[in-house]
């Protein structure tokens, strides 16, 4: 089917040529480096630093958590000053901060230079939604769609050069991960200088008065209910990285190979199906059933995983496809959800200071979700599935009216409203 072919598929995930495509190049190549990083961050700082594995996750979690209060300045910085201004700042101190781990010697270095990396990273996820929506446009939707797909790609590239690394597993081989890693921060900053010097947008007069609130994100209730409900929900994005290989290995009687099969299906489902389910979410109304549906899934998806226990092998490998499939979608529809309900509720002058927002309650669940996913919910093996299912469920089912508060309380949404009342009540002649 010509739908299904090589060319209609890159058509549809790549922007047309402009100033889309130039930030999806630079995109994708960042997620490059990202591919290559992850799998090999923990054996380099174990096997090369020869750092304690207790002593690597308490650094990673302090300079974790001392990044979230940068959040929401960060954020606003970029509405204020010019997202590309913020975002090429915050590129160029990553590159910097990803080539000073190869100077890391002990515990205290590590903090020191992974506060430093945390700092650009959390400045970077706050202001880079205020550049996307700026480059977006009318289109902002389908095109973080579009990105999401791409960036997908290039993390499975960066990973496929990352298992040659790990593969050699020389201390050579791990430092040249970890420059080309820098490197693509710094080509990615190189190519964002072709997208125009975006000027931050004129605020409305009575958030220019003297005594009016600065920070209105933290006003708005409807965003902060959606903040708390989408933020809590991305422990999903964990549960394949950090549960199920736990699962399948010390739970089940599914064979070891099947890690690498759930992997495989999520990538490969992500990469087809995002654009293409994701093209369909483009409102407010649709964001909040997006999100429904991706509660409704991720609770039948944990629900056949809890199964996986005390079966043949065969029938636990049947049943953590049907699971890893069901989560992969319920992923799909929590990303094209997120997308539709922070461009439609914040406003576009403020799109930083809402993206901070949203990031850090997400910044908070992903400090918590080794706890809960390893710590408690897998510990506590069927129950533990069931509950989390249940948690995603109840907090999709939550999303449709946070979707309908949310279009009601728009000011555009209000105004237009206010239009229509005066209209209906004049007399035609």
């Known amino acids: 089917m010509t739908t299904l072919s090589p060319a209609a598929f890159a058509k549809s995930v790549v922007p047309a040529p402009g100033g889309q495509r130039t930030y999806a190049l630079s995109s994708f190549v960042n997620a490059l480096g990202t591919g290559m990083f992850m799998p090999v961050y923990v054996l380099y700082f174990t096997r090369v630093v020869e750092l304690p594995k207790t002593q690597l996750g308490l650094a990673f979690a302090i300079s974790g958590l001392l990044g979230i209060p940068l ?33 890391v010697q002990g515990f205290w270095s590590l903090l020191l ?41 290039g993390i499975s590239g960066g990973t496929l050069a990352a298992g ?23 080509v990615s900053y190189a190519v964002l200088l072709r997208l125009p010097d975006y000027e931050p947008l004129p605020r409305p007069e009575e958030e220019k008065a ?10 708005d209730k409807a965003f902060v209910a959606y903040s708390l409900v989408a933020g809590t929900m991305a422990i999903q994005n964990f549960i394949l990285e950090m549960m199920i290989p736990l699962w399948i290995v010390a739970y089940t009687d599914a064979p070891g190979w099947s890690v690498t099969a759930a992997f495989l299906i999520n990538t490969t489902l992500v990469v087809l199906l995002q654009v293409r389910l994701g093209d369909k979410v483009q409102s407010l109304k649709d964001g909040g059933a997006a999100l429904r549906q991706a509660g409704v ?76 996913l390893l710590g408690l919910a897998l510990s506590l093996g069927r129950v533990g599935w069931l509950g989390l299912g249940v948690l995603m469920l109840v907090l999709g089912l939550t999303s449709p009216a946070i979707a309908a508060w949310g279009e009601r309380t728009r000011p555009a949404a209000a105004k237009l409203a206010a239009e229509e009342a005066a209209a209906a009540k004049v007399i035609p002649a």
């Open 71 to 103: 959040s929401i300045p960060a954020g606003d910085l970029a509405d204020r000053r010019g997202p590309r201004k913020v975002v090429l700042f915050a590129l160029f101190g990553q590159g910097i901060s990803m080539i000073a781990y190869l100077f």
């Open 113 to 153: 230079v992974d506060t430093v990396m945390m700092l650009f990273t959390t400045v970077y996820f706050s202001s880079v939604s205020a550049l996307i929506r700026r480059v977006g446009g009318d289109d902002t939707v389908t095109f973080r769609s579009k990105l999401r797909t791409l960036g997908n790609i």
């Open 164 to 186: 040659v690394g790990i593969s050699v597993d020389t201390e050579a081989g791990y430092r040249v991960l970890l420059v080309l890693n820098a490197a693509s921060f710094l």
């Open 297 to 372: 899934v991720l609770m039948v998806g944990c629900a056949a995983m809890s199964l996986m226990r005390h079966q043949a092998a065969w029938i636990a490998l049947i049943l953590l496809l049907i699971g890893v499939v069901l989560i992969t979608l319920g992923e799909i529809w929590y990303s094209s959800g997120t997308f539709a309900m922070e461009f439609g509720l914040p406003p576009e002058y403020a799109q930083g200071q809402y993206q901070g927002l949203a990031g850090t309650v997400t910044s908070l669940s992903t400090a918590v979700a080794p706890v809960l």
């Open 210 to 219: 003297e005594g009016a609130p600065r920070w209105i994100a933290l006003r």
